[in-house]
Every structure is written in structure tokens, then in C-alpha cells.
């Protein structure tokens, strides 16, 4: 018996709906990225060309991507591609898969910048702990041209994705990055930081088994666990911050939005901080929180 013969727009539109049925979200943006991905076009092309027979080499192929969705593997990493800060990235289960959220924080470490809200200098020197796949960093590179940026990780594996990112994005010689936990590698340098921008791990350890296969079971736990409560690693960086911070420096901290209000007692009661600010993600809830040193 001859094998069906699929046209792309026959293809994409079973396979939204076998998508659908085993409750996958978004069903047919997933059928067509991971069609595109398999064709090694983009998903305009799918629609120009939707008539088109494919062959059944690149159906088997198709198949095996939506099996490896079905059980529940992120699309960015069986893509090993996503967008931030318009900027597309290498991303892999050694690195949390950048979130739209994060974009915030470059926001506003752009704008305390270019608004003069941090002491006018021919050179400001900026800090991303936790740098996973260096999309932070990366995106802060591009933007500030007077930036130099350290990243930090303590993930041997992230760090070599980071620094192929910034290969890819040309900007190598733009970030150092240094392997070791939070403020570890630059310790012994001394450097006085304007700008520490973080997104660190910040679930809580109880709340492991509610969350959504795709990431409880593929991203790195090293990047998500808080430990109890989910504030251990803001906390740290709340109380030592300030440390690496030039007068007048702010620091921006990601985190859940249930964390917000602990957050700023940290801040107020370490006695370091002033000038704090929360910044709501685009869906309106309150995400990002902001100080300034004292």
C-alpha cells in the first residue's frame, strides 16, 4: 500500500488538532514552528508553499519532533532556538529557556541609563548573576554601546552556551563571563558595579510538583529551585549587593510576583538601599523589583 501523501496545509492542520486533543497549549503555533524547524524554512514559507507534497523522509522526520512535544519536551529545546530581546538564541537543558518577563528587566536598566538615573560615566559596568544562556547580558551588550558586562554562572555547561550566543551575536568582546556562584568570580577583582541585573532560581521547593512538565521535568533545577520559600538566592543577593555596587548604583531582581512585598522589607531593613521600585511584566503583575544604593 502506497503511504498518504501529505501537503504541508493537510499536515499542519492534523496535526493541531492530534496536538490539541493530547492538551498541548497553542497547538497549531507548535505544529508550525516545529514543521518550519523540520523543513528548514520559516513559517511564512509553510503558508506560501502550502500546497506543497512533502516527501516522506521529512514526514518521518516531522513525526519524531511531535512525539518528542507530546511528551511535554519544551519547543524551544527540541528547536534549540529561542527569541529574546530580538535576538535568537542557542538554548539547550543546560540553560532556562528565556522568558518573555525577563525582557523587563533590560527595559529598565536601559532606561536608568539612558535617563541619566545612574552617575554619567565614559564606561558603565554592568552584572548579570546567574546568566544561563547570557540573553541578560547579551541584550544589555547590544543596547548600551558604553557597557562592559561581566556574567556570571555557576554552571560550567550554561556558560559555554552563553559564550556561543555571544559569538553568534558578535558580541564576545563585549562580556566576560566567569564561572562561579553569584558574586564568586569577581570577588578577588574588586570591580564597583552601576548596574546588577538578576533572574535567579526563585521557586519554591514545595511548589516543584505543581508546576508544568515542560519545566519541571526538562528545565535545569539548578535555575529554578529557591529553596524553602524560593527566596534563598534573593535574599543572598539583597544582602550582599550592595557591596559590589558603586554609590548611586541600582540593583534589579526578577521574581515572583508572590515575592514582591518580601522583597522590599529586605531591602529597606538592610539599611544599604533606597530609591526601591516593583515594575509589573506585561501582564500586569507586579515582577521585577528595583533599589538604588545608598
Known amino acids: 500500500m502506497t503511504?498518504?501523501?501529505?501537503?504541508?496545509q493537510e499536515l499542519l492542520k492534523v496535526t493541531a488538532e492530534y496536538l490539541a486533543k493530547?492538551?498541548?497549549?497553542?497547538?497549531?503555533?507548535?505544529?508550525?514552528?516545529?514543521?518550519?524547524?523540520?523543513?528548514?524554512t520559516t513559517r511564512l514559507n509553510l503558508y506560501l508553499e502550502f500546497e506543497r507534497p512533502l516527501k516522506e523522509e521529512e514526514v518521518k522526520g516531522y513525526r519524531v519532533l511531535i512525539l518528542r512535544r507530546v511528551s511535554r519536551e519544551?519547543?524551544?529545546?527540541?528547536?534549540g532556538h529561542q527569541e529574546f530581546w530580538s535576538m535568537d538564541l542557542m538554548v539547550n537543558p543546560s540553560v532556562l529557556i528565556p522568558r518573555?518577563?525577563?525582557?523587563?528587566?533590560?527595559?529598565?536598566?536601559?532606561?536608568?541609563?539612558?535617563?541619566?538615573?545612574i552617575p554619567l560615566k565614559e564606561t558603565y559596568h554592568i552584572l548579570d548573576l546567574g546568566t544561563g544562556s547570557g540573553?541578560?547580558?547579551?541584550?544589555?551588550?547590544?543596547?548600551?554601546?558604553?557597557?562592559?558586562v561581566w556574567a556570571t554562572d555557576i554552571?560550567?555547561?550554561?556558560?559555554?552556551?552563553?559564550?556561543?550566543?555571544?559569538?553568534?551575536?558578535?558580541?564576545?568582546?563585549?562580556?566576560?563571563f566567569r564561572e562561579g556562584d553569584?558574586?564568586?568570580p569577581v570577588q578577588k577583582e574588586q570591580i564597583g558595579f552601576d548596574l546588577i541585573v538578576s533572574n535567579p532560581p526563585y521557586i519554591a521547593e514545595d511548589q516543584f510538583a505543581g508546576l508544568a512538565p515542560e519545566v519541571r521535568d526538562y528545565e535545569?533545577?539548578?535555575?529554578?529551585?529557591?529553596?524553602?520559600?524560593?527566596?534563598?538566592?534573593?535574599?543572598?543577593?539583597?544582602?550582599?549587593?550592595?557591596?559590589?555596587?558603586?554609590?548611586?548604583?541600582?540593583?534589579?531582581?526578577?521574581?515572583?510576583?508572590?515575592?514582591?512585598?518580601?522583597?522590599?522589607?529586605?531591602?529597606?531593613?538592610?539599611?544599604?538601599?533606597?530609591?526601591?521600585?516593583?515594575?509589573?511584566d506585561y501582564s500586569g503583575r507586579f515582577r521585577v523589583v528595583m533599589a538604588g544604593k545608598k
Open 74 to 79: 519544551p519547543v524551544s529545546y527540541i528547536t
Open 3 to 8: 503511504p498518504k501523501s501529505w501537503t504541508i
Open 22 to 40: 493530547k492538551q498541548i497549549e497553542s497547538s497549531r503555533l507548535c505544529a508550525e514552528i516545529l514543521l518550519a524547524h523540520q523543513l528548514q
Open 220 to 280: 535545569p533545577e539548578i535555575a529554578l529551585n529557591g529553596r524553602t520559600g524560593g527566596l534563598y538566592y534573593l535574599e543572598k543577593i539583597i544582602r550582599q549587593g550592595h557591596e559590589f555596587l558603586n554609590p548611586g548604583g541600582r540593583i534589579l531582581l526578577e521574581m515572583d510576583p508572590a515575592q514582591i512585598d518580601q522583597a522590599l522589607a529586605l531591602l529597606q531593613s538592610s539599611g544599604f538601599y533606597d530609591q526601591m521600585e516593583r515594575v509589573k
Open 182 to 184: 553569584l558574586w564568586e
Open 100 to 117: 518573555p518577563e525577563t525582557e523587563v528587566l533590560v527595559e529598565q536598566a536601559i532606561r536608568f541609563i539612558q535617563n541619566q538615573k
Open 135 to 148: 540573553a541578560l547580558a547579551l541584550a544589555l551588550a547590544k543596547d548600551l554601546e558604553k557597557a562592559r
Open 155 to 176: 554552571s560550567g555547561a550554561a556558560l559555554e552556551t552563553a559564550r556561543a550566543n555571544a559569538r553568534q551575536q558578535g558580541l564576545e568582546n563585549r562580556i566576560e
